[in-house]
């Protein structure tokens, strides 16, 4: 199946600073990437939909400002975790969609990236 | 996307099938059926899904209502790495992003 890879797979940074985490997808293109936020035994929380070349769409009560994503190519997309806090600190995992797969219309998630603000 | 409900938690034994139901009473017609499933700190990993058709792949086995209210994920033989949480998602094909609920903690013991 279709690989989605992200970088890095975790992070620990000092509040304050940026924080940049990659999503790739492998062997496809992908013209929409979504990024999700789980906190600790929580389920996923959908952040925002990317769209390559275009603005990111956030769902309601996500800091576009704070949460700064670039899908400039149809294979990466990258999400800015700027001045971060320890509240930041989660599993941010991205998905990408697959339009020409076998399989139709799919979505392939990403080994997530453990982020720890201290 | 329609809303899904699924038990908190299940147990298995290893070796025996496990079935996780899903409640989805207020599908769409044009909305499908997806389970997803997150061994710990790992992102989802897709299983199966359909429409209205029972679906078998490699992994696992859909089984989905005449009324398509409901539907339930089989695991022939449930293996100790089969521990995870599992997903029930309904969306339209062609939505992309997927919302994810609380989904069900299957353990599956020796």
């Known amino acids: 199946g279709a690989v989605v890879s992200q970088h890095p797979s975790w992070v620990i940074c000092k509040s304050g600073t940026s924080v940049k985490i990659e999503c790739r997808s492998l062997?496809?293109?992908?013209?929409?990437m979504f990024w999700y936020r789980q906190f600790p035994k929580q389920s996923l929380m959908l952040m925002a939909t990317?769209?390559?070349?275009?603005?990111?769409?956030?769902e309601q009560g996500v800091e576009k400002d704070k949460f700064l994503i670039n899908h400039a190519s149809l294979t990466l997309s990258t999400l800015t975790v700027t001045s971060a806090h320890p509240e930041d600190s989660s599993f941010y995992i991205c998905?990408?969609?697959?339009?020409?797969?076998?399989?139709?219309?799919?979505?392939?998630f990403g080994p997530g990236t453990r982020l720890t603000v201290t | 996307d329609a809303k899904t409900t699924q038990p908190t938690s299940m147990d298995c034994a290893e070796g025996r099938a496990a079935n996780l139901p899903c409640n989805h009473s207020?599908?769409?017609?044009?909305?499908?059926v997806y389970w997803y499933r997150q061994i710990h700190s790992q992102g989802p990993q897709y299983i199966i899904h359909?429409?209205?058709n029972n679906e078998t792949n490699e992994m696992a086995s859909l089984i989905i209502t005449e009324d398509r209210k409901s539907s339930t994920l089989i695991l022939p033989h449930a293996t100790l790495r089969d521990t995870a949480v599992y997903y029930c998602?309904?969306?339209?094909?062609?939505?992309?992003?997927?919302?994810f609920g609380d989904g069900t903690t299957l353990t599956v013991k020796p």
């Open positions: 998905s990408a969609r697959d339009l020409e797969g076998t399989g139709g219309d799919e979505q392939y």
């Open positions: 062997d496809f293109q992908a013209t929409t």
């Open positions: 990317s769209n390559e070349g275009s603005k990111a769409t956030y």
């Open positions: 207020t599908i769409s017609g044009n909305e499908y």
């Open positions: 359909g429409l209205k």
């Open positions: 998602i309904v969306r339209v094909r062609d939505a992309g992003k997927s919302t």
